[in-house]
Nanobody
Framework: QVQLVESGGGLVQAGDSLRLSCAASGLTFSSTDMGWFRQAPGKEREFVAAIKWSGSSTTYADSVKGRFTISRDNVKKTMYLQMNSLKPEDTAVYYC?????????????????WGQGTQVTVSS
């Protein structure tokens, strides 16, 4: 079955950087559009970034644009989220997700596969 496993979360200070990874198995990763979402305590899960299967196109939430970079390595079947200039409001559980739709989507309901999440905590 499909497995998405996130790693790389942790506790950092404001202004620091982190790189999240999402290792995929059980799906044809190289032809699957992928995304990152996050959920803060008491809030709904929200879109962070998405990347096309080829890596040729990406899209970001306005709140992370210019600070976060999404990328992927189809040989390693892994997706990444480089997070720079972290802010306390970035504190959340971060989830990677995959969609069978062949287009970039910011709608969590259009994603079919989900990881278990990794906690990112940014202290001020």
């Amino acid at each position: 079955q499909v497995q998405l496993v996130e790693s790389g979360g942790g506790l950092v200070q404001a202004g620091d950087s982190l790189r999240l990874s999402c290792a995929a198995s059980g799906l044809t990763f190289s032809s699957t559009d992928m995304g990152w979402f996050r959920q803060a305590p008491g809030k709904e899960r929200e879109f962070v970034a998405a990347i096309k299967w080829s890596g040729s196109s990406t899209t970001y939430a306005d709140s992370v644009k210019g600070r976060f970079t999404i990328s992927r390595d189809n040989v390693k079947k892994t997706m990444y989220l480089q997070m720079n200039s972290l802010k306390p409001e970035d504190t959340a559980v971060y989830y990677c997700a995959g969609t069978r739709l062949r287009r970039l989507s910011t709608d969590l309901h259009e994603y079919d596969y989900w990881g278990q999440g990794t906690q990112v905590t940014v202290s001020s």
